[in-house]
């Protein structure tokens, strides 16, 4: 991460002295306190400004929690980001440079999967709109199996 344009873009942004950072449920909140706290704990360090963590038990509570305008900076999926910038002004001012993947898990070793195989399955979900656990293997499923209507459980 670049830390000086980082840095700079807290400057312009900033001008309290506290701010909520969101970050989207993609694993436990545990986990994720683990890897961020020390990522705000820098930034409140380096700006003056104090920095809180904070995240959501999943992601359709984030998701109301973001688009509510309950956090000041955030990090999100690509989806949440269309509907935050739509709803409440979000600005891009980080992105990352990887590819995201979604993947599909089985109990059971199949490797010659169809359409046929595939049409009577359920799938389990983390939630609607979770980019790389849901919206990716979905449009997946569309393109190289043809399943325009995937049966489906959310986990909530």
């Not at 449009?139 to 209507?149: A, I, Q, T």
Request: aromatic share 16%; with cysteine.
């Amino acid at each position: 991460m670049n830390k000086i344009f980082f840095l700079v873009a807290f400057s312009i942004i900033c001008f309290s002295k506290e701010l909520t950072f969101g970050i989207v449920p993609q694993q436990s909140p545990l986990k994720l306190s683990k890897k961020w706290i020390n990522i705000t704990d820098y930034l409140t360090k380096e700006t003056g400004i104090n920095i809180i963590f904070k995240t959501e038990s999943s992601i359709p509570k984030f998701e109301k929690k973001l688009y509510s305008s309950a956090y000041d900076i955030s990090y999100m999926n690509p989806f949440h980001f269309v509907v935050a910038r739509e709803k409440q002004n979000y600005k891009a001012f980080i992105r990352a440079k990887k590819n995201i993947v979604g993947i599909l898990v089985s109990k059971t070793k199949k490797n010659n999967l169809s359409f046929e195989y595939l049409k009577e399955k359920i799938f389990l979900f983390p939630a609607p709109n979770a980019f790389a656990a849901t919206i990716l293997p979905k449009n997946e499923l569309k393109d190289k199996f043809g399943l325009l209507y995937v049966p489906h459980l959310y986990l909530e």
